[in-house]
């Protein structure tokens, strides 16, 4: 069994469990939407855009973000330990011959603490579901026309890593600031649907 | 990193043909359906964990790696030439067969 996602019946008992934790003391009202608020704070696509400008100008840093991107996004301020605990963060660098994009079959696996929500699309089952079967097609339904010789790599975010793309950096920006050049980059680049 | 990791063996290094298991389980389960008894090539150990399937079940379960394991589209779908990359756990993984691992992805 994977991908037995009904909502409304576990929704009801979730909530049924958190009305018995609070009436018995264990769980203060409103904690639960504090935490979260807490774990969403500070998520923002702009992080991913600040890591990939800073990867488009420092060799150094981007294969170090490519080796062990958990240690290399503290270097900008960033961490994925928001959480419970720290979650491993895999990046993949586009170039000439590769582009990447990411999914998650089984559920909506996602950097949020990092990113932010993730897009509607991003969870739903015809994304999820089509993407690994025929990415060319996908992506060029998103607007995004590879040349036939791009080889595409899908990567399943199936257990515990979360992924993040590293686009290229679009021809005529050498002039562009920093902050102008993350302002290029989107939450689709940074899954892989779309070129930055 | 718990010290007792660090003593623990991987089963499977980068480069390693694997074969996923066809098992279909009653319980939940992190082997994607679409990957079920496929070959493929262990590219990255990406951490240890405990099985999912275990989890899922009420159990502590056993850490063990987990790897990204990468796929040829035509392998998985029977055509394609797209590669696709997936993240499991040692358990639902055995050695390729002999012959299964001169194919290429």
Same mark, same amino acid.
Request: proline share 5%; glycine share 10%.
């Given at each position: 069994?994977?991908?037995?996602?009904?909502?409304?019946?576990? +929704? $009801?008992?979730?909530?049924?469990?958190? %009305?018995?934790?609070?009436? !018995?003391?264990? #769980? *203060?009202? =409103?904690?639960? @939407? /504090?935490?979260?608020?807490?774990?969403? +704070? $500070?998520?923002?696509?702009?992080?991913? %855009?600040?890591?990939?400008? !800073?990867?488009? #100008? *420092?060799? =150094?840093?981007? @294969? /170090?973000?490519?080796?062990?991107?958990? +240690?290399?996004?503290?270097?900008?301020?960033?961490?994925?330990?928001?959480?419970?605990?720290?979650?491993?963060?895999?990046?993949?660098?586009?170039?000439?011959?590769?582009?990447?994009?990411?999914?998650?079959?089984?559920?909506?696996?996602?950097?949020?603490?990092?990113?932010?929500?993730?897009?509607?699309?991003?969870?739903?089952?015809?994304?999820?579901?089509?993407?690994?079967?025929?990415?060319?097609?996908?992506?060029?339904?998103?607007?995004?026309?590879?040349?036939?010789?791009?080889?595409?790599?899908?990567?399943?975010?199936?257990?515990?890593?979360?992924?993040?793309?590293?686009?290229?950096?679009?021809?005529?920006?050498?002039?562009?600031?920093?902050?102008?050049?993350?302002?290029?980059?989107?939450?689709?680049?940074?899954?892989?649907?779309?070129?930055? | 990193?718990?010290?007792?990791?660090?003593?623990?063996?991987?089963?499977?290094?980068?480069?390693?043909?694997?074969?996923?298991?066809?098992?279909?389980?009653?319980?939940?389960?992190?082997?994607?359906?679409?990957?079920?008894?496929?070959?493929?090539?262990?590219?990255?150990?990406?951490?240890?964990?405990?099985?999912?399937?275990?989890?899922?079940?009420?159990?502590?379960?056993?850490?063990?790696?987990?790897?990204?394991?990468?796929?040829?589209?035509?392998?998985?779908?029977?055509?394609?030439?797209?590669?696709?990359?997936?993240?499991?756990?040692?358990?639902?993984?055995?050695?390729?067969?002999?012959?299964?691992?001169?194919?290429?992805?």
């Amino acid at each position: 069994m994977s991908g037995d996602h009904g909502s409304a019946a576990i +929704a $009801g008992r979730v909530r049924h469990v958190e %009305a018995l934790l609070e009436q !018995r003391g264990l #769980l *203060d009202d =409103g904690e639960i @939407d /504090r935490r979260i608020d807490e774990f969403l +704070a $500070g998520g923002s696509p702009i992080n991913g %855009a600040r890591i990939v400008v !800073r990867a488009w #100008l *420092d060799a =150094g840093f981007h @294969d /170090r973000l490519l080796a062990d991107a958990n +240690a290399t996004i503290r270097e900008v301020g960033l961490s994925m330990a928001g959480g419970l605990q720290e979650q491993r963060l895999k990046v993949v660098a586009n170039n000439e011959q590769e582009h990447n994009v990411v999914v998650c079959t089984l559920c909506s696996c996602y950097p949020i603490a990092l990113l932010g929500p993730s897009p509607s699309w991003y969870k739903s089952e015809a994304y999820r579901s089509r993407v690994v079967r025929d990415p060319r097609g996908v992506l060029h339904e998103f607007g995004l026309k590879l040349p036939a010789d791009t080889r595409i790599s899908v990567w399943d975010a199936s257990a515990e890593s979360r992924y993040m793309v590293v686009p290229r950096r679009p021809t005529g920006t050498d002039g562009f600031s920093e902050s102008e050049l993350v302002g290029l980059v989107t939450r689709k680049g940074l899954i892989g649907t779309a070129a930055v | 990193m718990h010290p007792a990791i660090w003593l623990m063996t991987d089963r499977f290094a980068p480069g390693d043909r694997v074969r996923t298991s066809s098992r279909d389980p009653e319980w939940h389960t992190r082997l994607p359906r679409y990957t079920r008894g496929v070959v493929g090539e262990v590219v990255e150990v990406a951490g240890h964990h405990p099985l999912a399937d275990d989890r899922a079940r009420g159990r502590s379960g056993r850490e063990q790696a987990v790897y990204h394991v990468r796929f040829a589209a035509a392998d998985l779908f029977g055509d394609g030439t797209h590669s696709v990359t997936v993240e499991l756990w040692e358990d639902y993984l055995e050695p390729a067969a002999d012959h299964e691992r001169e194919m290429t992805a």
